[in-house]
């Protein structure tokens, strides 16, 4: 599923989801200023939930349900209580010690192994920027800035953060490693992209 694309910024609560390429700086700035809205100008995002159901079949979902088995059991009640497709990694070392943190329409998991920590992020509602925030955006296309592959990456300091959609919901992914340059897990883009490929899906309780 290709991202959204247009002036468009999804945030909550301590989530911040950008659904463009922008510099750390930028995404900072821009979500202070639609935080700042009433929240009565957010909207929910469709949900495809008969994609996340085709999804739960798929291979990487199976393998997952194994590995996050009990975790997901421990961790039921806090899972049902989120409004979006809860997706989660299936890697064994980033799903050991994993912690979930629900407020409806979003969450965060996290993780920490091995040297490296996991922060995963989802949202199920947006802002629409104020004109003059959209013009401050780095490029006026935004289909201009999304990869073909839909995942939207930016190196940081301590590792990489990605950004991208599935299920009509925006997600990120955030690695940091203690050695990010030396350590390839936190400095080339292709070891995110297959965890987000290799990540499951589970339908929470209270979902429609």
Not at 74 to 101: Q, W, Y
């Amino acid at each position: 599923m290709r991202p959204r694309t247009g002036a468009l910024l999804v945030v909550g609560l301590g989530i911040g989801v950008i659904a463009f390429s922008a510099s750390a700086q930028q995404q900072r700035s821009l979500a202070a200023r639609a935080a700042q809205q009433a929240p009565g100008q957010s909207r929910p995002l469709a949900i495809d939930w008969n994609a996340v159901d085709q999804q739960a079949k798929a291979g990487p979902n199976i393998r997952g349900l194994r590995t996050n088995s009990k975790f997901m059991a421990a961790n039921k009640a806090e899972i049902d209580k989120i409004a979006i497709p809860v997706m989660l990694p299936t890697d064994p070392d980033l799903a050991a010690n994993l912690k979930i943190f629900a407020n409806g329409p979003f969450y965060s998991a996290s993780s920490s192994s091995n040297g490296m920590s996991l922060l995963i992020q989802g949202s199920g509602r947006s802002f629409a920027l104020a004109p003059a925030t959209a013009r401050a955006l780095p490029n006026a296309s935004m289909a201009s800035r999304i990869p073909a592959d839909g995942i939207v990456i930016e190196q940081t300091e301590a590792g990489l953060d990605a950004s991208f959609t599935r299920f009509g919901a925006s997600y990120s992914v955030a690695l940091e490693c203690a050695k990010a340059h030396a350590d390839t897990r936190c400095s080339d883009p292709a070891y995110v992209k297959g965890v987000i490929a290799r990540m499951m899906v589970v339908r929470p309780g209270s979902a429609p």
